[in-house]
């Protein structure tokens, strides 16, 4: 053992003492503890967000709209109101005339519509001194051409109102004026052989006006699609004496800016998709409403879609292009054939006596009318194939026949998108799109749905999952009924607290309508049982406040606070198993004043004499009589989709067939029919077994109670939880495809089930319940893909995050006059003034290409 030796402290001093030292050391760990692996499994980042996103039934909407509209359908008789808006308005409002009024005087008190025109005073900035012609705001309709301002070609200046000549200030009778107010005299004789005498000199003479047409044709003009007038003004005078106060009354519309370009009414703020604020009751106002929909259910009781087959509007005996004769067929929407397909051609024999439906099945020679094209209407079968006298049949509808199998026709019912009563589309704000306006300067609109939209469990009108959702624009017209109240045809101006509440800027708008966009030719309007039917088809170009043609149609009116509407007139075909859309759904709308004309006569002045004739000065009044109401109004595509699933290919597959060989009922807790079968059945406790006639294309769910063993089982009818005897159940459906001599019941079942003229077949689940039949027992359909699979539809590619897609959709909304050449006799063509006469642009057939898409 080694020794050690230490030295004590003592040894160094006799003073020096024993005791203990403390050094700091700090400690340092350059390492780190290895934890334990508790890492289970690997994720896949990407795997995991294209499984969340398969998954995901959530959609949040940006929606930006880009209107292409037009005022050109303005109103008629200019309206003048104050404080619109509000509750005040009640009194303040002028759209009608309470009595007929001759020439322009009154007595300064009395306000009349037709004189707040011919003196617009009434239009400068509100003032209390004078707050009974201050104020007011104009709505211009034609009349407002007849305003002395607008029509004046000189540079007649109106001066200080003088006393004594209030009833013709700043009217076509006014005078001419000092700057102190004094009337300017003149020198007149009225007989050469009297002397001259002094009068007071009148502001117009006849060659300083324009007749009241020739004013509203020098000054009606249109920016961007948006009529009005420049407010034209005369030079603006200093009154001495007060100060420099300069006149308020030389304009047209003196709240108006001297040369703006003031709009007729309805303007575009009436039109645009960003509301319109109502500063006295503090809220927006919509001019559009806009809904998120889905095709819900079909309707098969649509005049188009009757008995499953499509109206033909037309049948006439032609000379093909190669010389010979066709039967060409004219169809009210898109026919969707091509040539080859054949056509069940159904009818009425004008001289059957049982009015009974005759068919006959042809094939689709070519398509168009063999002169002018139009193939999307048009089909044509060999004369030589037609074994019918066109002039002996009546009630003529087609229907498309693919490999037996026969197209289906309906009407796709819209409803709005909600959970129970709340509707997802409520909560939208609306924006001005910044920096981003139409090529015709109108506002971009941007709507963003701020609830997050949820469709799980939604099924469209197939029994699909939803492939698309749909924007749905309805036009309002809040408080029409209210601003326009009139009772036996005198006006009645007494307003509830409730009435002036619903009233907001779109009252003028009157009831929209629905219809569809048909089959339209210029060569029409000459023939009115071809009108007739259209109108009665309810062809959205037709459609009209008076039922013009005697069609006798019902209107469907669409409201804002509507929940379902009518949709497109679609075709599903059994060809792709497609739905095709063949007459697009649309609305229509007017305004109330245009179809409920307020006023019964049309009034304007023109200047019989004036100072320079023999005869005294005077002012006559033009009366229209017999003011009609102007059917034409607008229309627009009701619906927009946007897809947001594709379809996979075409599938086809039966039911599982059943070799019975005995059946005998049985009783227990309730009469069963057991049921043995060559092979085994595979069958479960409750699955679903069909009883099916194939010969009267009849199937009836029966379910299975009880597998005794592979090839044995037992069936009762599928029945209501709350109905006790499900036999009962299964005889009233039953009757309701047979007639009443036969007696379907338990008893004679089972034997017609053991000669085959009944069926059995198990449910083959692997077939969804929206296949499509195409026999006995087979199927077809198309798979719903998940977003993201390659699919045949084009479906856009939206952003995924938060657990939500993202639609963002541009829509391209135009508004359409219904008949601007009048080829359907709605333009307003007789009345005065008449509306403006569309310049129709005819379709080229020239295909231009730039030179960067040449190809070599």
């Given amino acids: ?94 759209w009608s005339n309470e009595e007929i009024v001759d020439g322009i005087d009154g007595d300064g008190n009395t306000v009349k519509r037709i004189q707040m025109i011919a003196n617009t005073e009434y239009s400068k900035p509100y003032n209390k001194k004078d707050k009974k012609k201050s104020g007011y705001t104009y709505l211009p309709g034609y009349d407002i051409f007849d305003n002395h301002i607008i029509r004046n070609l000189g540079f007649n200046v109106v001066e200080k109102k003088h006393r004594g000549y209030e009833s013709v200030f700043n009217t076509l009778a006014d005078f001419e004026r000092s700057a102190d107010g004094s009337v300017v005299k003149m020198y007149k004789r009225t007989d050469i052989e009297q002397k001259p005498t002094k009068i007071d000199k009148h502001l117009y003479t006849t060659d300083e006006l ?13 920016e961007n699609g948006w009529f009005g007038f420049i407010n034209a003004s005369n030079l603006r005078t200093t009154s001495p004496g007060e100060d420099g106060v300069q006149s308020d009354i030389c304009c047209v519309i003196n709240n108006r800016k001297n040369c703006e370009f003031i709009e007729m009414y309805p303007d575009s703020t009436l039109f645009s998709f960003s509301p319109k ?28 879609v009757k008995g499953n087959s499509l109206p033909i509007l037309s049948v006439e005996k032609k000379l093909g292009l190669t010389g010979e004769d066709i039967i060409v067929f004219r ?18 024999d004008k001289d059957a006596e049982d009015g009974e439906l005759k068919e006959g099945i042809y094939r689709v020679a070519n398509l168009g009318n063999a002169s002018s094209g139009n193939s999307d209407y048009y089909f044509y079968v060999n004369s030589n194939e037609f074994d019918l006298d066109i002039e002996q049949i009546e009630n003529v509808r087609f229907r498309k026949i693919y490999n037996g199998m026969e197209s289906k026709y309906y009407v796709r019912k819209m409803k709005r998108i909600g959970n129970g009563q709340n509707f997802y589309d409520e909560n939208v704000e609306r924006y001005k799109l910044a920096f981003a306006d139409t090529i015709y300067g109108d506002d971009t609109t941007q709507l963003t749905f701020t609830d997050t939209i949820n469709i799980k469990g939604l099924t469209d009108n197939l029994g699909r999952p939803l492939s698309e959702i749909y924007v749905t624009i ?11 109240k009139q009772n036996g045809g005198k006006e009645d101006r007494n307003l509830s607290n409730e009435e002036l509440e619903k009233i907001e800027y779109s009252h003028c708008f009157g ?36 039922q013009k043609f005697n069609s006798r149609v019902k209107q469907i009116v669409v409201k804002g606070d509507d929940t379902e509407f009518d949709g497109d007139v679609v075709e599903f075909s059994p060809e792709d ?41 005077a002012v006559s009044p033009k009366r229209v009589n017999n003011v009609q109401s102007r059917d034409e109004g607008y229309y627009y595509k009701a619906h927009y989709p946007m897809k947001i699933r594709g379809f996979g290919g075409i599938n086809q597959m039966g039911n599982n067939e059943i070799k019975v060989v005995d059946v005998h009922p049985v009783r227990s807790s309730n009469i069963a029919l057991t049921v043995k079968s060559t092979i085994p059945t595979k069958l479960n406790e409750n699955d679903i077994v069909y009883l099916c006639d194939d010969k009267n294309d009849f199937m009836f769910e029966f379910v299975c109670i009880k597998v005794e063993s592979s090839v044995r089982f037992r069936i009762i009818p599928k ?68 977003y993201g699979e390659i699919s045949e539809d084009d479906v856009p590619e939206y952003t995924f995050a938060n657990n939500a897609f993202y639609l963002t959709p541009i829509i391209r909304f135009y508004l359409k006059r219904q008949d601007p050449d009048n080829t359907v006799r709605l333009y307003a063509k007789e009345h005065f003034p008449n509306d403006i006469f569309g310049n129709i642009k005819k379709i080229s057939n020239y295909y231009y290409e730039e030179e960067i898409d040449n190809g070599c």
């Fill in 1 to 94: 053992m080694d020794t050690h030796k230490i030295r004590l402290g003592h040894t160094d001093s006799v003073n020096s003492v024993n005791r203990d030292n403390f050094l700091g050391v700090e400690l340092k760990n350059t390492f780190k503890k290895l934890h334990y692996n508790d890492i289970k499994t690997t994720v896949d980042q990407y795997e995991r967000f294209m499984v969340e996103r398969a998954e995901c039934e959530n959609y949040r909407v940006i929606l930006t709209i880009n209107p292409y509209c037009t005022n050109v359908l303005f109103n008629p008789f200019t309206e003048v109101v104050r404080n619109e808006g509000s509750d005040d308005v009640e009194d303040e409002r002028y």
């Fill in 474 to 484: 309805v036009k309002t017209n809040y408080g029409n009924a209210e601003w326009y």
């Fill in 331 to 348: 169809s009210f929407t898109k026919h969707n054939l091509k040539r080859g397909d054949m056509v069940k051609i159904i009818y009425n």
């Fill in 719 to 786: 029945h209501p939880s709350d109905v006790q005897d499900p036999w009962a159940y299964f005889r009233e459906k039953i009757s309701e495809k047979y007639t009443d001599d036969v007696n379907i019941n338990w008893v004679n079942l089972s034997e017609l089930i053991k000669k085959g003229e009944f069926k059995l077949r198990g449910k083959n689940y692997d077939i969804p319940d929206y296949a499509f039949k195409m026999g006995n027992n087979m199927y077809m359909w198309r798979e719903t893909l998940d």
């Fill in 577 to 617: 198993c497609t739905e095709h859309v063949i007459a697009e759904c649309a609305f229509r709308f007017n305004t109330f004043q245009r179809e409920h004309p307020t006023v019964k006569e049309f009034i304007y002045h023109e200047l019989s004499y004036d100072d320079y004739d023999v005869r005294d000065f």
């Fill in 210 to 222: 324009m007749p009241f047409e020739d004013s509203v044709n020098a000054n009606l003009t249109d």
């Fill in 277 to 304: 604020y109502n500063g006295f009751r503090r809220r927006l106002e919509q001019n559009w409403e806009v809904f998120l929909t889905y095709a819900a259910e079909n309707d098969y009781c649509n005049k188009l």
């Fill in 511 to 546: 009831d929209v309508t629905c219809g569809y966009v048909l089959s339209h030719e210029n060569n029409d309007q000459f023939d009115f049982d071809v009108l007739t039917e259209r109108e009665g088809q309810r062809d959205i170009r037709l459609i009209n406040n008076n």
